[in-house]
């Protein structure tokens, strides 16, 4: 059974551009969730996603926007990337629907490593 | 708000040693736990949760932990350590209506000497 398949693993960007990152849940899986990882600031929750809507959203500015798609892939846009844009970005996918409880389990990908000159 | 504290940030251990991960979290209500290990270049792996129930959980590779309400703590333990248990450990915290969104600790990165 495939995992969580994020693309790509890794990218170089410059600063004003923008990225788009790709994810691919769990067969089965409706909900993804994206996080952003940094030395500084940990791991911290971007937003979350169930069937094609945004259920949830993190305290990141508007440049970082994501959509999913029928089918439950997700990518997530980050538009004029600054420096502290460098980071992991881990996306998890979850058979639960995100409204009922904090209890369901997430399984993470091995994340894109976003690097930002 | 939610937080987790995970008061170690560096842990080296001796390889048969046993281990003890602290965490403490803040959450009005009943919290659901988790522990994750995150090995370089990868993501998240779960190694265990506690939602309800029995306080004492079993998860994989050999981890437990125990959910102390009166101590706000989810420690994670080992008994004896592999040097393959080096990695980052992240302890985290879910919310009653807060979805998929959870609340990570720091971190502890756990060093195994051999």
């Known amino acids: 059974k495939a995992g969580v398949t994020q693309t790509p693993r890794y990218l170089i960007k410059t600063r004003g551009q923008q990225v788009t990152l790709s994810c691919s849940p769990i067969?089965?899986?409706?909900?993804v969730s994206w996080y952003q990882q940094t030395p500084g600031q940990g791991l911290q929750f971007l937003f979350e996603?169930?069937?094609?809507?945004?259920?949830n959203k993190g305290n990141f500015p508007g440049r970082f926007s994501g959509r999913q798609f029928s089918n439950s892939r997700s990518e997530m846009n980050v538009s004029t990337l600054e420096l502290g844009d460098s980071a992991l970005y881990l996306c998890?996918?979850?058979?639960?629907?995100?409204?009922?409880?904090?209890?369901?389990?997430?399984?993470f990908g091995a994340g894109s490593r976003l690097t930002v000159l | 708000a939610q937080s987790v504290t995970q008061p170690d940030i560096h842990i080296t251990v001796s390889e048969g040693a046993s281990l003890e991960l602290r965490c403490n979290y803040s959450?009005?209500?009943?919290?659901?736990l988790f522990w994750y290990v995150q090995s370089p270049g990868q993501g998240l792996q779960l190694l265990l949760k506690?939602?309800?129930?029995?306080?004492l959980v079993q998860g994989i590779k050999g981890f437990e932990a125990e959910f102390k309400r009166s101590q706000s703590s989810f420690n994670l333990r080992k008994p004896s350590v592999h040097w393959s248990d080096a990695a980052e450990y992240f302890c985290?915290?879910?919310?009653?209506?807060?979805?998929?969104?959870?609340?990570f600790g720091t971190g502890t990165q756990l060093k195994v000497e051999l």
């Open positions: 998890a996918s979850s058979r639960s629907h995100p409204s009922a409880s904090g209890a369901n389990v997430l399984t």
């Open positions: 067969s089965g899986h409706r909900s």
């Open positions: 996603y169930f069937s094609e809507t945004q259920r």
């Open positions: 959450y009005g209500a009943t919290p659901y």
């Open positions: 506690y939602f309800s129930g029995d306080t």
């Open positions: 985290a915290v879910g919310t009653t209506g807060g979805g998929n969104k959870l609340t």
